[in-house]
């Protein structure tokens, strides 16, 4: 049961430094809002390419994990990046 805890809060770790990774992104590299920025981005057909630069953080929270041996969190935000992963494929193929 410890192992599930455990994997679950990687994933939500991983889902949430995806989503603070695709704000930051917004933030830093638009001249527009976040809401407008998401609306150019699905009218573009880029919304995949925005997740997939969101994802980048998850690099770090994966890598922590690791440093502090924290298998199975770092598990968790695998899993959440394998997630993010097929719903960029999604969009690309759609």
Excluded: C, P, W
Aim: glycine letters at 10%; aromatic letters at 10%.
């Amino acid at each position: 049961m410890n192992k599930r805890k455990e994997i679950a809060i990687g994933f939500a770790v991983g889902i949430i430094a995806n989503v603070l990774g695709v704000l930051l992104y917004i933030l830093l590299f638009s001249d527009l809002g976040i809401t407008e920025t998401y609306k150019a981005a699905v009218a573009q057909g880029h919304v995949g390419s925005l997740l997939a630069l969101g994802a980048i953080l998850n690099l770090a929270a994966f890598f922590g994990f690791l440093r502090l041996r924290r298998d199975y969190r770092a598990r968790g935000v695998l899993m959440a990046t394998v997630i993010t992963a097929l719903v960029i494929l999604y969009y690309k193929i759609s």
